[in-house]
T-cell receptor, first 113, second 114 residues
Framework: GDSVTQMEGPVTLSEEAFLTINCTYTATGYPSLFWYVQYPGEGLQLLLK?????DKGSNKGFEATYRKETTSFHLEKGSVQVSDSAVYFCALSAQGGSEKLVFGKGTKLTVNP | DVKVTQSSRYLVKRTGEKVFLECVQDMDHENMFWYRQDPGLGLRLIYF?????MKEKGDIPEGYSVSREKKERFSLILESASTNQTSMYLCASSLWGQGWETQYFGPGTRLLVL
């Protein structure tokens, strides 16, 4: 079945460091790919998405590129801030599927001043 | 602004109690979902619904049921709560679409079963 694997955390960085959180997926066809973020004490909110190969999603300085050849959707940010501290979830929605999202296990990011 | 609300942020219940978790969305979305979130396991889908009175089992439906009598409301029911149902429960909704529609999440209900 469809699955998402993302790097295990926790990840701890200093402010202004470069961030990469790896995400790879297994799915038939051409799924849509998402990154969600969960700030402490809150629900999840969509950070960015890409719906076809080579698309780049971007938001709030974060970027991820849909790579079909490597089945990856890695999240990157050039300079993290303390306010980026959160749990990040990679997810996919299968092509022609039933609107369900399949989530990775989440990666906790802590950014220190 | 998009809004998904859940009836409680925190709940404490006793083993064997019947527990109702309520979720309401104000976006006229067709799809609604219930997930549970556990450390190290991420989010797992319990049930979802495409329309009023329709429901589909997710990946872990055992011990749960749902009700969708109105489009805006989706209830999760624990028929007889057990300690292994202690978890964070998240509700979400989305428009009917092609599978890439954004899911909007509520703030979550943290349930403790003693």
């Amino acid at each position: 079945g469809d699955s998402v694997t993302q790097m295990e955390g926790p990840v701890t960085l200093s402010e202004e460091a470069f961030l990469t959180i790896n995400c790879t997926y297994t799915a038939t066809g051409y799924p849509s790919l998402f990154w969600y973020v969960q700030y402490p004490g809150e629900g999840l909110q969509l950070l960015l998405k890409a719906t076809k190969a080579d698309d780049k999603g971007s938001n709030k300085g974060f970027e991820a590129t849909y790579r079909k050849e490597t089945t990856s959707f890695h999240l990157e940010k050039g300079s993290v801030q303390v306010s980026d501290s959160a749990v990040y979830f990679c997810a996919l929605s299968a092509q022609g599927g039933s609107e369900k999202l399949v989530f990775g296990k989440g990666t906790k990011l802590t950014v220190n001043p | 602004d998009v809004k998904v609300t859940q009836s409680s942020r925190y709940l404490v219940k006793r083993t064997g109690e019947k527990v109702f978790l309520e979720c309401v969305q104000d976006m006229d979305h067709e799809n609604m979902f219930w997930y549970r979130q556990d450390p190290g396991l991420g989010l797992r889908l319990i049930y979802f619904s495409y329309d009023v009175k329709m429901k589909e089992k997710g990946d872990i439906p055992e011990g749960y049921s749902v009700s969708r009598e109105k489009k805006e409301r989706f209830s999760l029911i624990l028929e007889s709560a057990s300690t292994n149902q202690t978890s964070m429960y998240l509700c979400a909704s989305s428009l009917w679409g092609q599978g890439w529609e954004t899911q909007y999440f509520g703030p979550g209900t943290r349930l403790l079963v003693l």
